[in-house]
């Protein structure tokens, strides 16, 4: 038996697999955590991997928001099935960095039912980062939402924001290209 809960161990496997490069690259870089073990991101879904999906242990993960890493985990092991739309949204709200947010709608918010629906909704929203998480969204569920999805990032694009606009363009970009 270990003499350390579920936690502690995680921090230890990343701690084990950390990159002291990459960390001060990330510092240097404004990264705003506390402690930051430098995983990249195939690293990072090793742990998950080797973790069961378990709601407790990713909101534990998640309420840690002093370790980039444990904010990039948390939605790995978060079982979709189980996460509802206030959780879900909730979760959009404490969301403060863009990788985080990437992580998040890719490796999460898709997987949803009302996944669309949020995306719609954070769309509509005045604070960049949720317009943000809504492009990133809007991306996981282009096969799904194509022609959907383009008055939206058209929007965002003409906007102009610096937190979305390349990401809304971009994704703009992609709908036409695919609609050649």
């Known amino acids: 038996m ?14 084990a697999l950390r990159n002291g490069i990459i960390a001060d690259s990330l510092r240097k870089a404004g990264a705003g955590y506390k402690m930051i073990f430098g995983l990249n991101l195939p690293q990072i879904r090793e742990v998950a991997q080797s973790l069961p999906t378990d709601r407790a242990l990713a909101e534990e993960l998640w309420a840690d928001r002093r370790t980039r890493e444990s904010m990039l985990l948390a939605p790995m092991i978060y079982p979709a099935e189980e996460m509802d739309l206030s959780t879900a949204l909730r979760w959009v709200a404490e969301t403060q960095h863009t990788e985080v947010a990437d992580i998040l709608s890719h490796s999460l918010l898709r997987h949803l039912p009302f996944a669309w629906d949020m995306a719609v909704t954070l769309a509509g929203e005045a604070e960049p980062m949720k317009r943000y998480m809504a492009m990133r969204l809007m991306w996981n569920l282009l096969t799904s939402h194509r022609d959907d999805i383009r008055p939206y990032a058209v929007a965002e694009a003409e906007r102009g924001d610096e937190l979305t606009r390349r990401v809304a363009s971009t994704l703009v970009e992609e709908i036409d290209f695919l609609n050649e």
């Open 2 to 15: 270990s003499d350390f809960n579920q936690m502690q161990t995680i921090k230890r496997q990343m701690y």
